[in-house]
């Protein structure tokens, strides 16, 4: 898959039309996504997010859930206080 549309820095809509939220601390794995980035997107059983996105050229991981879904209050606290 490919990045349709990636505007805001924590939403990326993909080629098939999904459009996910991303973990704010793998943000800045996504700053050298392009439009032809390919990406494969893989379901996990984790308790922040229900998929990954794989960049095929690296294999950075960036967690993910829908877009219209919200980050557990708990896990987003730990991650503010490991700064």
Known sequence: MHIKAH???EIVELS????WRIWPGD???TLQWL???ELD???V????????LVDRADGTRVHVITADA?????AVKQL???G
């Open 80 to 82: 503010l206080r490991k």
């Open 41 to 43: 997107l893989v379901p």
């Open 27 to 29: 943000l800045s794995a």
């Open 16 to 19: 098939d039309g999904s459009v």
């Open 70 to 74: 919200d980050w557990p209050p708990e």
């Open 35 to 37: 439009p032809t980035t």
């Open 45 to 52: 059983a984790d308790r922040i997010c229900t998929h990954v």
């Open 7 to 9: 505007q805001r820095s």
